[in-house]
């Protein structure tokens, strides 16, 4: 596991991350209230490695904890990678006042550097394989589908077709966030044009059945909320933003699509590439209408076939 390489501990020793979700390391309060204990009871004999950015911040706490009668040894983790990332939350400056008060009260600290794009990325995987794995579901009844059961070969070929079709006008390189991901299947036509987005969507059952088939790359996933991009991301962030069949598109509820992608908006860069699709041409002209009110760019592309279902109807534009 990446997480394991960051902390330059063997692959065979548990760790352990109190948070259980990525937009529950937003506001980390069970990592903040056990380094809040941990950092009252003094003087501690634990051994510790301390994760420091490139600017020189501790990102990140691995704290040892020898096997009990109930537990085996285990690394607890803390950090505030995701905390201080986009819109700053409060639980940031906790966890910086707590790291420092632990951190002169242990005399075993061994010191480490790793970038904040890689701590972000052991951190996506870990809690993507955790949610594969059901750690993070209390009751999971979803019975498992075979691959055919689940991606529609036919939809894949119109994605491929169209993104071959627009390669003189679909430029895309660099850091791209797909939004909406669901399974991922889109993600597959993609990844044959040589995009690798980082996906993300609030569907954790979705996300997981991605997850289970290989689609979607633990290290590059994340179960969030598209609301809410600008808490995690900092603005003009990503190259693209790209997202199909995103939901289905009404008049009265036009202004949670408008906040959306104002979301997306704040963080892809200027003159960033933005790239969605719907199915029917009445939803379109509602987004397209969104996005030339929050000052966007862009066409709508024709892209119906027999089906009449998926991806009828595409928006192609810049920020």
């Known amino acids: 596991m990446l997480l394991h390489q960051v902390l330059d501990i063997d692959n065979d020793e548990i760790i352990f991350l109190s948070e259980e979700s990525y937009a529950g390391l937003k506001n980390p309060h069970r990592s903040v209230d056990l380094l809040r204990q941990i950092a009252q009871s003094g003087k501690t004999d634990s051994e510790i490695r301390a994760i420091s950015d490139e600017n020189g911040h501790v990102v990140c706490l691995a704290i040892s904890n020898p096997a009990s009668q109930d537990f085996p040894s285990f690394w607890g983790i803390f950090t505030d990678q995701v905390a201080r990332s986009g819109i700053p939350s409060p639980a940031a400056g906790q966890y910086k006042k707590f790291v420092s008060k632990i951190l002169d009260n242990c005399s075993t600290v061994t010191a480490l550097e790793a970038t904040l794009q890689e701590l972000d990325t052991a951190l996506r995987e870990y809690l993507s394989l955790a949610l594969v794995e059901r750690q ?45 991901c669901g399974n991922g299947m889109a993600t597959i036509s993609l990844e044959k044009s040589g995009i690798f ?37 900092n603005a003009d962030s990503f190259d693209a933003v790209i997202g199909f069949m995103l939901g ?4 009265f509820d036009k202004e949670m699509w408008s906040f959306m992608m104002s979301e997306s908006l704040k963080v892809v860069k200027p003159e960033g590439i933005l790239l969605f699709t719907l199915s029917k041409y009445e939803e379109m002209d509602i987004l397209k209408r969104i996005l030339d009110g929050l000052g966007a760019i862009g066409e709508i592309i024709d892209n119906t076939d027999a089906s009449g279902i998926y991806d009828q109807w595409v928006y192609l534009g810049q920020k």
Do not use: A, W
């Open 197 to 233: 987005p980082l996906t993300i969507d609030n569907d954790r059952c979705q996300v997981c059945q991605g997850l289970e088939h290989n689609v979607l790359k633990p290290e590059r996933t994340i179960v969030m909320d598209v609301t809410r991009l600008s808490h995690f991301f």
């Open 248 to 251: 289905t598109i009404y008049e």
């Open 136 to 180: 993070l579901c209390d009751i999971c009844d979803k019975p498992s589908e075979t691959y055919d059961m689940v991606y529609m070969d036919n939809r894949i070929k119109q994605l491929d077709d169209f993104l071959i079709k627009t390669k003189d006008k679909f430029h895309v390189s660099g850091n791209v966030l797909e939004i909406c």
